[in-house]
Protein backbone atom coordinates (compact mmCIF):
# COMPACT_ATOMS: atom_id res chain seq x y z
CA UNK A 1 0.00 0.00 0.00
CA UNK A 2 1.17 3.49 -1.03
CA UNK A 3 1.73 5.73 1.58
CA UNK A 4 0.96 9.15 1.85
CA UNK A 5 3.37 12.17 1.07
CA UNK A 6 4.46 13.45 4.11
CA UNK A 7 3.34 17.80 4.21
CA UNK A 8 6.60 19.75 4.09
CA UNK A 9 7.01 22.99 5.36
CA UNK A 10 8.64 25.80 3.30
CA UNK A 11 10.79 27.02 6.46
CA UNK A 12 11.30 25.33 9.75
CA UNK A 13 12.44 28.99 10.64
CA UNK A 14 9.19 30.68 9.70
CA UNK A 15 6.53 28.35 10.15
CA UNK A 16 5.25 28.04 13.68
CA UNK A 17 4.19 24.05 13.58
CA UNK A 18 7.37 23.09 12.11
CA UNK A 19 9.77 25.04 13.23
CA UNK A 20 12.64 24.01 15.98
CA UNK A 21 11.90 25.67 19.52
CA UNK A 22 14.84 27.39 19.74
CA UNK A 23 14.27 29.45 16.66
CA UNK A 24 12.55 33.23 17.77
CA UNK A 25 9.77 34.33 16.71
CA UNK A 26 9.78 36.71 13.93
CA UNK A 27 8.24 40.30 12.89
CA UNK A 28 6.54 41.12 9.84
CA UNK A 29 8.60 42.93 7.40
CA UNK A 30 7.47 45.51 4.92
CA UNK A 31 8.05 45.21 1.56
CA UNK A 32 11.72 45.91 -0.34
CA UNK A 33 12.48 49.28 -0.95
CA UNK A 34 12.51 50.07 -4.57
CA UNK A 35 16.02 49.65 -6.01
CA UNK A 36 18.36 52.68 -7.19
CA UNK A 37 19.63 53.38 -10.23
CA UNK A 38 21.89 50.89 -11.57
CA UNK A 39 21.69 47.97 -9.33
CA UNK A 40 21.68 44.58 -10.61
CA UNK A 41 19.10 42.64 -11.69
CA UNK A 42 20.59 39.89 -9.43
CA UNK A 43 21.02 42.00 -6.62
CA UNK A 44 17.33 43.29 -7.05
CA UNK A 45 16.32 39.74 -6.26
CA UNK A 46 18.41 39.28 -3.18
CA UNK A 47 17.10 42.49 -1.99
CA UNK A 48 13.64 41.44 -1.94
CA UNK A 49 14.36 37.53 -0.50
CA UNK A 50 16.64 39.14 2.79
CA UNK A 51 13.31 41.79 2.91
CA UNK A 52 11.25 38.45 3.51
CA UNK A 53 13.94 36.16 5.26
CA UNK A 54 15.89 38.29 6.87
CA UNK A 55 18.76 37.10 9.24
CA UNK A 56 18.30 38.07 12.49
CA UNK A 57 21.84 39.42 13.47
CA UNK A 58 24.66 41.32 11.68
CA UNK A 59 23.04 41.13 8.29
CA UNK A 60 19.36 42.37 9.68
CA UNK A 61 21.31 45.21 11.41
CA UNK A 62 22.92 46.11 8.11
CA UNK A 63 19.51 45.91 6.34
CA UNK A 64 17.93 48.24 8.73
CA UNK A 65 20.77 50.98 8.33
CA UNK A 66 21.89 50.43 4.69
CA UNK A 67 19.01 49.03 2.85
CA UNK A 68 18.76 45.78 1.70
CA UNK A 69 20.03 46.45 -1.92
CA UNK A 70 23.26 47.60 0.03
CA UNK A 71 23.31 44.34 1.72
CA UNK A 72 23.20 42.19 -1.56
CA UNK A 73 26.13 44.09 -2.24
CA UNK A 74 28.03 43.30 0.89
CA UNK A 75 27.57 39.39 0.29
CA UNK A 76 27.96 39.54 -2.97
CA UNK A 77 31.57 40.90 -2.12
CA UNK A 78 32.52 38.59 0.54
CA UNK A 79 31.07 35.75 -0.70
CA UNK A 80 33.49 32.67 -1.01
CA UNK A 81 32.85 29.60 -3.36
CA UNK A 82 32.66 26.39 -2.00
CA UNK A 83 35.88 24.02 -2.69
CA UNK A 84 33.41 21.42 -3.78
CA UNK A 85 31.27 21.90 -6.63
CA UNK A 86 27.91 20.19 -7.21
CA UNK A 87 29.68 17.70 -9.52
CA UNK A 88 32.46 16.60 -7.09
CA UNK A 89 29.55 15.86 -4.82
CA UNK A 90 26.40 13.99 -7.22
CA UNK A 91 28.79 13.58 -10.09
CA UNK A 92 26.75 14.64 -13.62
CA UNK A 93 23.80 16.67 -13.61
CA UNK A 94 21.60 14.90 -14.93
CA UNK A 95 19.82 15.47 -18.06
CA UNK A 96 15.94 15.21 -19.27
CA UNK A 97 15.16 11.45 -18.32
CA UNK A 98 18.24 10.36 -16.90
CA UNK A 99 17.53 8.68 -13.36
CA UNK A 100 18.29 10.49 -10.21
CA UNK A 101 20.41 9.75 -7.23
CA UNK A 102 18.24 7.56 -4.43
CA UNK A 103 18.31 9.59 -1.31
CA UNK A 104 17.00 8.35 1.88
CA UNK A 105 14.91 10.50 4.12
CA UNK A 106 15.90 10.18 7.75
CA UNK A 107 17.79 6.83 6.57
CA UNK A 108 15.12 4.01 4.92
CA UNK A 109 11.63 5.31 7.23
CA UNK A 110 9.87 1.80 5.51
CA UNK A 111 11.99 -0.48 7.74
CA UNK A 112 13.77 1.07 11.06
CA UNK A 113 12.61 4.26 13.05
CA UNK A 114 13.08 7.67 11.55
CA UNK A 115 16.97 8.99 12.24
CA UNK A 116 18.08 5.93 14.42
CA UNK A 117 20.87 4.21 13.92
CA UNK A 118 19.43 1.30 12.38
CA UNK A 119 17.33 3.28 9.74
CA UNK A 120 20.48 5.41 8.72
CA UNK A 121 22.86 2.21 8.62
CA UNK A 122 20.19 0.82 6.53
CA UNK A 123 20.62 3.63 4.12
CA UNK A 124 24.01 4.06 4.41
CA UNK A 125 24.51 0.57 3.37
CA UNK A 126 22.79 0.35 0.19
CA UNK A 127 22.67 3.67 -1.22
CA UNK A 128 25.11 6.24 -1.84
CA UNK A 129 23.40 9.21 -0.39
CA UNK A 130 21.46 9.53 3.36
CA UNK A 131 19.48 12.57 4.80
CA UNK A 132 19.34 13.08 8.41
CA UNK A 133 17.87 16.27 10.73
CA UNK A 134 20.43 17.88 13.54
CA UNK A 135 18.95 19.64 16.59
CA UNK A 136 21.28 21.04 19.22
CA UNK A 137 20.64 19.80 22.55
CA UNK A 138 20.73 22.14 26.04
CA UNK A 139 24.48 21.84 26.35
CA UNK A 140 25.56 21.93 23.18
CA UNK A 141 25.62 18.66 21.44
CA UNK A 142 24.16 18.06 18.12
CA UNK A 143 21.68 15.78 18.22
CA UNK A 144 19.96 13.78 15.58
CA UNK A 145 15.94 14.31 15.54
CA UNK A 146 13.37 15.94 13.04
CA UNK A 147 10.38 17.30 14.97
CA UNK A 148 9.69 20.47 16.95
CA UNK A 149 8.80 18.25 19.93
CA UNK A 150 9.88 14.89 21.23
CA UNK A 151 6.17 13.80 21.58
CA UNK A 152 5.19 12.43 18.91
CA UNK A 153 8.45 9.66 18.97
CA UNK A 154 8.88 9.75 22.67
CA UNK A 155 5.71 11.24 24.23
CA UNK A 156 7.64 13.90 25.93
CA UNK A 157 6.08 17.18 24.79
CA UNK A 158 9.65 18.86 25.72
CA UNK A 159 12.13 20.00 22.57
CA UNK A 160 15.46 18.89 21.79
CA UNK A 161 16.34 21.97 23.22
CA UNK A 162 14.99 21.72 26.30
CA UNK A 163 16.94 18.38 27.46
CA UNK A 164 20.63 17.81 27.77
CA UNK A 165 22.18 15.31 25.41
CA UNK A 166 22.26 12.16 28.55
CA UNK A 167 18.35 13.23 28.99
CA UNK A 168 18.15 13.03 25.60
CA UNK A 169 19.80 9.16 24.94
CA UNK A 170 17.41 7.83 28.05
CA UNK A 171 13.90 8.55 25.92
CA UNK A 172 13.17 5.30 24.14
CA UNK A 173 12.88 6.56 19.97
CA UNK A 174 12.01 3.46 18.44
CA UNK A 175 9.31 1.59 20.65
CA UNK A 176 6.93 4.33 18.62
CA UNK A 177 7.77 2.28 15.25
CA UNK A 178 7.33 -1.23 16.36
CA UNK A 179 8.47 -3.48 19.21
CA UNK A 180 11.61 -4.72 17.24
CA UNK A 181 12.96 -1.04 17.78
CA UNK A 182 12.14 -0.94 21.74
CA UNK A 183 15.08 0.63 23.56
CA UNK A 184 16.63 2.38 20.67
CA UNK A 185 17.86 5.62 21.28
CA UNK A 186 18.86 9.22 19.93
CA UNK A 187 22.12 9.36 18.24
CA UNK A 188 24.31 12.27 18.36
CA UNK A 189 25.80 13.87 14.98
CA UNK A 190 29.10 12.45 16.17
CA UNK A 191 28.17 8.86 15.91
CA UNK A 192 26.34 9.27 13.11
CA UNK A 193 29.83 10.45 10.93
CA UNK A 194 31.79 8.15 12.89
CA UNK A 195 29.59 5.53 10.94
CA UNK A 196 29.30 7.03 7.71
CA UNK A 197 32.82 7.32 8.02
CA UNK A 198 33.47 3.53 8.31
CA UNK A 199 31.50 3.53 4.45
CA UNK A 200 33.39 5.48 1.98
CA UNK A 201 31.01 5.41 -0.58
CA UNK A 202 28.37 6.73 1.45
CA UNK A 203 27.34 10.73 1.81
CA UNK A 204 25.15 12.64 4.04
CA UNK A 205 23.13 15.18 3.43
CA UNK A 206 22.72 17.07 7.23
CA UNK A 207 19.81 19.45 7.29
CA UNK A 208 20.86 22.10 10.50
CA UNK A 209 16.48 22.54 11.43
CA UNK A 210 16.21 26.08 11.97
CA UNK A 211 18.44 28.68 12.75
CA UNK A 212 22.03 28.02 13.71
CA UNK A 213 24.37 30.84 15.07
CA UNK A 214 27.88 30.67 14.17
CA UNK A 215 29.45 28.66 17.24
CA UNK A 216 26.80 25.67 16.97
CA UNK A 217 27.60 25.80 13.17
CA UNK A 218 31.54 25.44 14.00
CA UNK A 219 30.14 22.42 16.54
CA UNK A 220 28.95 21.15 13.14
CA UNK A 221 31.71 21.75 11.01
CA UNK A 222 34.41 20.86 13.65
CA UNK A 223 32.78 17.02 14.33
CA UNK A 224 33.01 16.83 10.07
CA UNK A 225 36.01 17.64 9.99
CA UNK A 226 37.42 15.55 13.10
CA UNK A 227 36.04 12.35 11.08
CA UNK A 228 37.70 13.42 8.13
CA UNK A 229 34.38 13.44 6.09
CA UNK A 230 34.76 16.86 4.28
CA UNK A 231 33.49 17.11 1.22
CA UNK A 232 31.37 14.38 1.92
CA UNK A 233 28.73 16.04 4.14
CA UNK A 234 26.48 18.30 2.78
CA UNK A 235 24.66 20.70 5.04
CA UNK A 236 21.62 22.34 4.35
CA UNK A 237 18.88 24.85 5.84
CA UNK A 238 15.63 26.31 5.19
CA UNK A 239 16.88 29.23 7.08
CA UNK A 240 19.30 31.70 5.44
CA UNK A 241 20.71 32.96 8.87
CA UNK A 242 22.23 29.75 9.47
CA UNK A 243 23.21 29.45 5.53
CA UNK A 244 24.99 32.78 6.38
CA UNK A 245 26.37 31.20 9.61
CA UNK A 246 28.26 28.26 7.35
CA UNK A 247 29.39 30.88 4.97
CA UNK A 248 30.66 33.16 7.69
CA UNK A 249 32.17 29.75 9.58
CA UNK A 250 33.55 27.54 6.85
CA UNK A 251 32.87 28.89 3.48
CA UNK A 252 34.37 26.05 1.65
CA UNK A 253 31.48 23.38 3.27
CA UNK A 254 29.25 22.46 0.47
CA UNK A 255 25.83 23.34 1.28
CA UNK A 256 22.08 22.94 -0.27
CA UNK A 257 19.65 25.70 0.12
CA UNK A 258 16.35 24.68 0.73
CA UNK A 259 13.33 26.22 -0.95
CA UNK A 260 9.68 25.35 -1.33
CA UNK A 261 9.54 27.56 -4.42
CA UNK A 262 12.09 28.13 -6.24
CA UNK A 263 12.36 31.47 -8.10
CA UNK A 264 12.10 31.93 -11.61
CA UNK A 265 15.71 32.46 -11.99
CA UNK A 266 17.45 31.16 -8.94
CA UNK A 267 21.18 31.42 -9.81
CA UNK A 268 22.17 34.90 -8.76
CA UNK A 269 21.14 33.51 -5.16
CA UNK A 270 23.10 30.42 -5.79
CA UNK A 271 26.35 32.51 -6.49
CA UNK A 272 25.54 34.95 -3.45
CA UNK A 273 25.22 32.36 -0.95
CA UNK A 274 27.67 29.88 -2.55
CA UNK A 275 25.66 26.79 -2.88
CA UNK A 276 26.16 23.55 -4.50
CA UNK A 277 22.53 23.19 -4.88
CA UNK A 278 18.76 23.48 -3.93
CA UNK A 279 16.46 21.15 -2.45
CA UNK A 280 13.02 21.83 -3.68
CA UNK A 281 9.18 20.22 -4.00
CA UNK A 282 8.29 18.44 -7.79
CA UNK A 283 5.33 21.20 -7.57
CA UNK A 284 8.01 24.05 -7.96
CA UNK A 285 10.23 21.91 -10.46
CA UNK A 286 7.30 21.62 -12.76
CA UNK A 287 6.36 24.76 -12.03
CA UNK A 288 9.73 26.51 -13.21
CA UNK A 289 11.68 23.90 -15.63
CA UNK A 290 13.49 26.85 -16.84
CA UNK A 291 14.98 27.17 -13.05
CA UNK A 292 15.88 23.76 -13.02
CA UNK A 293 17.67 24.48 -16.74
CA UNK A 294 19.36 27.71 -15.25
CA UNK A 295 20.70 25.94 -12.39
CA UNK A 296 22.40 22.70 -14.54
CA UNK A 297 23.86 25.76 -16.87
CA UNK A 298 25.66 26.91 -13.95
CA UNK A 299 26.37 23.23 -12.69
CA UNK A 300 24.18 23.39 -9.50
CA UNK A 301 22.54 20.62 -8.72
CA UNK A 302 18.41 20.35 -7.63
CA UNK A 303 16.97 17.51 -5.75
CA UNK A 304 13.39 16.56 -4.57
CA UNK A 305 11.62 16.14 -1.38
CA UNK A 306 10.54 14.50 -0.02
CA UNK A 307 8.57 12.16 -2.52
CA UNK A 308 7.28 8.54 -2.37
CA UNK A 309 5.14 7.51 -5.62
CA UNK A 310 5.88 6.19 -9.12
CA UNK A 311 4.00 9.20 -10.60
CA UNK A 312 6.34 11.88 -8.53
CA UNK A 313 9.05 10.20 -9.61
CA UNK A 314 8.49 9.71 -13.26
CA UNK A 315 7.35 13.59 -13.53
CA UNK A 316 10.69 15.14 -12.02
CA UNK A 317 12.77 12.03 -13.47
CA UNK A 318 11.23 13.39 -17.10
CA UNK A 319 12.70 16.87 -16.34
CA UNK A 320 16.03 15.75 -14.92
CA UNK A 321 16.40 16.52 -11.12
CA UNK A 322 19.62 15.11 -9.69
CA UNK A 323 18.18 13.46 -6.56
CA UNK A 324 15.03 12.40 -4.89
CA UNK A 325 14.61 12.65 -1.36
CA UNK A 326 12.38 9.39 -0.53
CA UNK A 327 10.76 7.25 2.19
CA UNK A 328 10.47 4.26 0.13
CA UNK A 329 14.31 4.27 -1.21
CA UNK A 330 13.99 0.33 -1.76
CA UNK A 331 10.89 1.16 -3.98
CA UNK A 332 12.49 3.64 -5.58
CA UNK A 333 15.83 1.37 -6.49
CA UNK A 334 13.26 -1.08 -7.73
CA UNK A 335 11.39 1.31 -9.77
CA UNK A 336 14.36 2.88 -11.31
CA UNK A 337 15.81 -0.69 -11.86
CA UNK A 338 12.29 -1.49 -14.74
CA UNK A 339 12.48 2.36 -15.76
CA UNK A 340 16.09 2.69 -16.09
CA UNK A 341 17.58 -0.50 -16.17
CA UNK A 342 21.53 -0.69 -16.19
CA UNK A 343 21.29 2.00 -12.92
Known amino acids: MERPEPVTRASDAIDPTTASPRARPRSTTS ?10 LGAIRMGRLLAFHPPRRLVRVLAGAIGVTAVSAVILIVGTPTSATAIDVFGALRGPGEPALIIGHRGDRAEAPENTMPSLELAMDRLAYVETDVQMSR ?29 LQRLD ?3 WYGTAFEGERMPTLEAF ?35 GLRGRVVLESFSLETLFAIQRVSPTTPRIMLIRELPADPVPMAERLGLIGFGTT ?6 EPQALA ?32 TDEPSELDEWLAVTAPGT
Open 139 to 167: DGVPMLFHDTDLERITGDRRSVGDLDARQ
Open 31 to 40: AAPPPRRGTS
Open 193 to 227: LEELAERPDARALVELKADWADDEVRTVVGLIDRV
Open 173 to 175: VGA
Open 294 to 325: ALHEAEIAVLCYTLNTEDRWEEVGALGVDGII
Open 282 to 287: ATSVTA
